[in-house]
């Protein structure tokens, strides 16, 4: 009974600090001057990927879309998500392409995004970035069309060489 109750308190110890841990991101102010994402194509000679996944960060929303992603994966909102990610990581295979890239990557969710920069597009979106701009490198629609993680590599390669 003892061992029921510690583990009972632990849990919700557990929770309640994911809670506040969470509160505590989402009131961090956006940056004042935030980077603007222009809507035409993307730059070239890019210097960097932006990944950005069309669900928000955290404990809470984690859990919320692990459960969306398993149990009625046809009406999840994020393909980049749903492509490059299993259960719990991301896919080894994706892993590995990324480390091939000549680029630097980043990687936000979308309210960790919509803090660092001005954009007024949807999500998910792959952007590219150089010293000058920062652009649309995949597009929503261009996402969301992706049915597996073989074709969003192969775009992904086909775009770098037409900009670099």
Request: charged share 20%; hydrophobic share 40%; net charge positive.
């Amino acid at each position: 009974m003892r061992t029921k109750k510690i583990i009972g308190i632990f849990f919700l110890l557990l929770i309640a600090g994911a809670g506040i841990a969470d509160a505590i991101r989402y009131l961090q102010p956006a940056e004042k001057n935030k980077e603007k994402v222009q809507q035409q194509a993307s730059t070239v000679n890019i210097k960097e990927l932006i990944f950005v996944y069309n669900a928000n960060g955290g404990i809470y929303p984690g859990i919320a879309d692990f459960a969306h992603k398993t149990f009625s994966p046809s009406t999840y909102p994020c393909n980049l998500c749903y492509l490059t990610f299993g259960t719990f990581s991301m896919k080894k295979e994706w892993k590995d392409f990324l480390a091939t890239l000549p680029v630097e990557k980043s990687f936000y969710h979308k309210d960790d995004f919509k803090r660092r920069f001005d954009y007024a597009g949807g999500y998910p979106v792959i952007l590219s970035s150089n010293e000058q701009a920062t652009g649309i490198f995949l597009s929503v629609a261009e996402l969301n069309k992706l049915g597996s993680l073989q074709q969003l590599i192969g775009l992904v390669k086909q775009k770098i060489k037409e900009k670099s």
